[in-house]
């Protein structure tokens, strides 16, 4: 079985950032990935436009300006 975690590099050893269900002296082979910025920009370019269809943008716009236009009415002496 084949998964990925996360792991920090510390004083010379990889500390696994989540639990592992491994049995005490299991040994397994562990493959190095360093997160790079094509893959942040591959994964940001694959998440884009996902939340398309779960609000009404224009209504989010004008409820900012409206929002904006408040706040500044309350500040004015």
């Known amino acids: 079985m084949a998964r990925s975690i996360k792991a920090r590099f510390s004083k010379g050893m990889i500390e696994p950032l989540e639990r592992l269900e491994l049995e005490e002296g299991k040994e397994v082979i562990v493959t190095i990935t ?25 209504k989010l716009i004008e409820d900012i300006y409206t929002d904006r236009l408040i706040s500044r009415a309350e500040i004015k002496p």
């Open 34 to 58: 360093e997160p790079s910025l094509e893959t942040a920009v591959d994964t940001f370019k694959r998440s884009a436009g996902g939340w398309r269809g779960t609000i009404n943008a224009e």
